[in-house]
């Protein structure tokens, strides 16, 4: 079974309830409608149900609920519990108020109080005004110190990886992670590689040098960063720091890396910072005509995704589908 197709017959065992709080985009409609046709989610819309119903014309969403900021009957509860949890910020009241007509924060609240289990949004907004929210929120996940994204890449007609199947991270959101950084994303990413495709993760700590081969500031991060997530993680198997072509391609890691039961066989791809991840996976996403679902959030104590703003439809399904099947396994 194919990687989404699993993950939506998951989503669908035990429904969850996700926002979409971007609930004028026609791309978020359209995904809607799909979404409750294939039963993989309850949905809540926030915004003007006039407005919502105008732009969905021709689109059948009357399954999803609908709510609206300005009549929303528990915003003063809301409110409140927003000025408690930011209090040691300089949260009051009159600050909160109108920060909760922003869906984008409503909706994070919604997760946070339990009517929602989750959220997904970045069609027409910045990953920076998607997670600000989640980040002052819901907060990080026990045991985690850093909040940090990944892809799942699913290449076509691949042997390489898990029948094609990657993790990257972090793609979408640390811009410059220190060693410690990258330890921690190796594992987290490693835990959304297991808990999302059901194989065993075989990490890669990628860098533009293999075992020493080059000689740089760069360089030593990785093997840094290497070296701590072997000794916090023992169970976690784990190699670097590896070129992207050792860390896939069995001759290639037998050759530069030898002896290295991980190099040639990595499914999750660590990169050393955002524009290596970036860059990595839209070339593999475009020249390789492969699936990428994300950038997905790992490390927040309740699940919010972040989308691609030149994202499909179908794309905010698959997004959807993932989050549900995460918020499952956080409850």
Do not use: W
């Amino acid at each position: 079974m194919k990687f989404l197709e699993e993950i939506k017959r998951r989503a669908k065992e035990d429904k969850k309830t996700i926002v979409l709080p971007e609930s004028t985009e026609l791309r978020t409609l359209k995904a809607t409608e799909m979404i409750l046709n294939e039963d993989i989610a309850d949905v809540i819309l926030i915004g003007d149900e006039f407005e919502i119903k105008e732009k969905a014309k021709g689109l059948n969403i009357e399954g999803a609920k609908i709510i609206n900021p300005a009549t929303f009957v528990d915003m003063e509860e809301y409110i409140n519990v927003f000025v408690k949890l930011r209090e040691s910020k300089g949260m009051t009241y009159e600050k909160a108020k109108p920060l909760l007509q922003d869906p984008l924060f409503l909706g994070v609240m919604m997760v946070k109080q339990g009517i929602a289990d989750g959220m997904v949004a970045g069609a027409i907004n910045s990953t920076a005004n998607v997670l600000r929210p989640s980040l002052q929120i819901l907060k990080t996940a026990p045991n985690t110190k850093i909040v940090s994204s990944f892809f799942v890449i699913v290449v076509p007609d691949c042997e390489m990886g898990y029948h094609g199947t990657f993790v990257m991270g972090d793609c979408g959101l640390n811009q410059s992670p220190s060693a410690q950084d990258l330890a921690v994303i190796a594992k987290s990413s490693a835990q959304s590689f297991e808990q999302l495709v059901g194989a065993e993760p075989i990490v890669a700590m990628l860098s533009h040098s293999t075992y020493g081969s080059a000689k740089h500031p760069n360089v030593y991060k990785v093997q840094e960063a290497t070296n701590i997530a072997k000794e916090n993680y023992p169970d976690l198997k784990i190699d670097g720091e590896l070129q992207s072509d050792a860390a896939i391609v069995p001759e290639i890691g037998q050759l530069k890396a030898p002896g290295s039961e991980i190099a040639g066989y990595a499914n999750v791809l660590i990169f050393p910072d955002l524009d290596a991840g970036n860059i990595g996976y839209k070339l593999v996403q475009r020249l390789a005509k492969a699936d990428a679902y994300g950038p997905m959030t790992q490390g927040l104590a309740k699940p919010v995704n972040d989308l691609s703003r030149g994202c499909s439809a179908e794309d905010i399904v698959g997004v959807v589908a993932i989050t549900a099947v995460q918020a499952q396994i956080q409850a």
